[in-house]
Nanobody
Framework: QVQLVESGGGLVQAGGSLRLSCAVS????????MGWFRQTPGKEREFVGF???????YYANSVKGRFTISRDNAKNTVYLQMNSLEPEDTAVYYC????????????????WGQGTQVTVSS
């Protein structure tokens, strides 16, 4: 059973920073490709970015240059560093793990965390 647990969310002022963490249980973390998504009430889940097992990253245009995804395979953890936060970044953020290949589509991911709330005040 693979479990993903996000942490690090909270309330921050516009222009501030937060770092989200996603701890993954299991022995195969280094093989998983990891994605981050976000969702606000009444809206569809939105792709934020992913990191491949080899370290390649890809981001949505809305966060490119402000957000950075990294992973620490020794700690079974993936991170989402969010800088220059804007009120539009307010959402519940989810991490997800893909056994095969990370994409921008949530349907390609096999495991999901419970989400962590990020609120950016203006």
């Amino acid at each position: 059973q693979v479990q993903l647990v996000e942490s690090g969310g909270g309330l921050v002022q516009a222009g501030g920073s937060l770092r989200l963490s996603c701890a993954v249980s299991g022995r195969a973390f280094s093989n998983y490709e990891m994605g981050w998504f976000r969702q606000t009430p009444g809206k569809e889940r939105e792709f934020v970015g992913f990191i491949r097992s080899g370290g390649l990253t890809y981001y949505a245009n809305s966060v490119k240059g402000r957000f950075t995804i990294s992973r620490d395979n020794a700690k079974n953890t993936v991170y989402l560093q969010m800088n220059s936060l804007e009120p539009e970044d307010t959402a519940v953020y989810y991490c997800a793990a893909a056994r095969l290949r990370a994409t921008t589509s949530g349907y390609e991911y096999d495991y999901w965390g419970q989400g962590t709330q990020v609120t950016v005040s203006s």
